[in-house]
C-alpha cells in the first residue's frame, strides 16, 4: 500500500487535505494524524472491520482497547453513559486537551473498540487538525498512538512514516506535537475516580480539580505475576528502544553513569546517555542525547520519546537515563522512561 503523506500547517490546515483523509476515514481507511499528545492512527470508531485495521497495522494486541476522539464535548454523551459529576468536573477543567476518561459504554461502541470491556475511553483533543479530521469524518475516531506496537510513540510525522510507511492509508504531518506524551487516564466509571496512566495533566491538578484521585498500582512500578493493571495497554513493554536501558537516579547519578559508561566502552559496546542540558559539560567525551531542562521538566516530556528513537536511529547498545522525582509530570516522565528500561533503576 502506498501512504500519501500530507504536510499541513497546524493552525490553518488546507480544508482539500482534511476533506481527503477524512472520506478515507468514512471509507474504513487508516489515517494519522497529530494531537496535542502524540500521533493518533485514526479509523471510524464506530467501524468494527475498520478499527480491526488498527490492530493489524500496529501490531497491538487485540485485548488492549482504543481511544475514541471526538470533536464537540455534545458528542461524549452519544458514547458513554453515567456521567458523574466528578467526571463533570474534570471535563470543565481539562477538556478539550491530553486527558482521557473512561466511561460506562454505550451499545453503539464497538467490542473492537474496547476489548470486550463495558467501558470505553474517550477523549476530546484540542489540536486543530485533529478537531477538523474528527468533524469532518462525522465519527468518532478510534486512534491509538501511531506506532508500532511496543516501540515509543510517535511526536513527529517522520516517527510515523518510519514506523507504518506502506502500512496506512495516509500521514497528515502538523508538525511536533505539544506536549509529547500520551495523555493521562482516568477512570471515571466508579465512585472515585481513578488514574491509570500519568501524562501531562497531572494527578496534583486532577485532585485539585476534584479531590480525592486514587492511583492505580500499574501507575508507579511492575506488577507481580497474574496482577492486571485497569488500562490493559499498561501491561505491555513499552516504547522500548533496541538497547539495553538502565536509569540512574539520586545524587550521585553522574559519577555513577559515568563509571558505567566507561566500563561498557571498554567492553565494546556502543553507549548513549539520556541526560538533561544542565549536565552538559558532566559527560565530556561521551555520547550524550539531551532530554530537555530540568528547569522547565515540559521540555523533557515533549522529547523523551523522539531521543528513545535517536537511540536506535544512532545504534546505541547500552543507554543510561538520568532519572527523576516522580511528581508533578516527571510522574509520567519515569512512567514511560521505567517501561523503556524494563524497570531497570539503580538507585545512587
Ligand atoms: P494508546 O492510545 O496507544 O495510548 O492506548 C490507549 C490506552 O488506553 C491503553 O493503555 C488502553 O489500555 C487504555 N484504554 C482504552 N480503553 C480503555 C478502557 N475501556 N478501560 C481502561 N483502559 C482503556
Ligand atoms: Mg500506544
Known sequence: ???????????????????????????????????????????????????????????????????????????????????????????????????????????????????????VAVRFPENRVARLLIKESGVP??????????????????????????????????????????????????????????????????????????????VLGKLNEGERPKAPGMKYTHYSPNAEVTIVRGEGKVQKITELANSAVKDGKNVGILAVEENKALYEGFNVLFVGTISEPESIAANIFKMLRKCDYLGYDYVLAEGFEEKGIGLAIMNRLKKAAGYNIIEV
Not at 458514547?79 to 477543567?93: F, N, Q, R, T, V
Request: aromatic letters at 4%; glycine letters at 10%.
Open 1 to 119: 500500500m502506498k501512504t500519501e503523506i500530507f504536510a499541513v500547517d497546524g493552525q490553518k490546515p488546507d480544508m482539500s487535505v482534511i476533506r481527503r483523509c477524512a472520506d478515507i476515514i468514512k471509507n474504513g481507511g487508516l489515517v494519522a494524524f497529530p494531537t496535542e499528545t502524540v500521533y493518533g492512527l485514526g479509523a471510524n470508531g464506530l467501524d468494527a472491520e475498520a478499527c480491526k485495521g488498527i490492530y493489524e497495522a500496529k501490531g497491538r494486541p487485540s485485548d488492549n482497547p482504543l481511544i475514541l476522539h471526538i470533536s464537540e464535548l455534545s458528542e461524549l454523551s452519544d458514547l458513554a453513559k453515567d456521567i458523574s459529576e466528578k467526571a463533570k468536573l474534570l471535563i470543565s477543567d481539562f477538556w478539550p486537551g491530553p486527558m482521557t476518561l473512561i466511561f460506562k459504554k454505550k451499545d453503539i461502541v464497538p467490542d473492537a473498540v474496547t476489548g470486550g470491556l463495558d467501558t
Open 141 to 218: 475516531i478510534a486512534a491509538p498512538s501511531a506506532n508500532t506496537s511496543g516501540k515509543p510513540s510517535p511526536t513527529r510525522a517522520s516517527h510515523v512514516e518510519y514506523d507504518l510507511g506502506g502500512r496506512i492509508d495516509a500521514i497528515i504531518d502538523g508538525g511536533a506535537c505539544e506536549f509529547g506524551l500520551e495523555s493521562t487516564i482516568v477512570d471515571v466509571s466508579g465512585e472515585v475516580p481513578c488514574l491509570l496512566r500519568p501524562g501531562s495533566v497531572t494527578v496534583e491538578e486532577l485532585r485539585e480539580a476534584v479531590g480525592e484521585v486514587a492511583i492505580d498500582k500499574a
